[in-house]
């Protein structure tokens, strides 16, 4: 498999690929490059050797980290600057990996595709975040798993550090509203927690989070 870019569509949100191409620029990882805890404690629940889809990808933390338990990833993120660090730590680590520069709110994910697909902070808008989990339940294959971790409101009261601003609450999980976008998936994981999290300099301290782990039934 060699790594390569696709970009997909022509709508890219201009002023928030701008935002993000900036976090992205310097030569540090912004969330560090240790996948996320709660990733790496469920992932040997998807089919080893599967197809895995990472949502926001960003800096390929998580996508690189999975390649190279042999898994078969896909990174999609808005930001060319994140998508092309991630080319380039998965080839320091050697392994490969297939980015996809594209806005969620147009990106459209193929239907049963996908043994696994992993969600980690990746904060949208409501309208854009309800398109993206209706896709994600029809695009993961029978017994395909779901990986999500994020904010909840609960977190701007916790000293951490981590999400949207206060301005941006709309964008924050809540465990109940998950519930409802994934009925149809068996939930193996559905809890609000409260956890240390150590990822860069963006993501740190004692925060507030929702899991969950939900596999699509069988056919």
């Not at 560090?32 to 040997?44: E, M, S, T, W």
Request: charged share 25%.
């Amino acid at each position: 498999l060699l790594p390569y870019v696709l970009v997909a569509g022509l709508h890219i949100d201009l002023k928030m690929k701008e935002f993000w191409d900036s976090r992205y620029g310097d030569d540090d990882f912004a969330y560090g490059k240790a996948p996320n805890d709660f990733l790496v404690q469920h992932c040997d629940k998807i089919v080893p050797g599967g197809n895995i889809l990472c949502l926001a990808e960003g800096e390929g933390r998580n996508a690189v980290f999975l390649a190279g338990r042999g898994y078969k990833v896909t990174a999609v993120d808005q930001s060319a600057v994140g998508l092309e660090k991630a080319q380039q730590f998965a080839t320091s680590e050697g392994v490969a990996i297939t980015t996809v520069q594209a806005d969620l709110a147009t990106y459209e994910i193929e239907s049963k595709r996908f043994d696994g697909i992993v969600s980690i902070f990746g904060h949208l808008s409501p309208p854009i975040r309800a398109r993206i989990h209706k896709m994600i339940v029809e695009a993961l294959k029978p017994g395909g798993v779901l990986l999500l971790e994020g904010y909840t409101e609960k977190h701007y009261a916790m000293p951490g550090v981590g999400g949207p601003p206060p301005q941006g609450k709309a964008m924050m999980y809540s465990l109940h509203e998950l519930k409802a976008d994934f009925e149809a998936l068996d939930l193996m994981v559905a809890e609000e927690v409260e956890r240390d999290v150590n990822e860069g300099k963006f993501h740190q301290g004692r925060s507030a989070t929702v899991q969950v782990v939900g596999r699509q039934k069988a056919a």
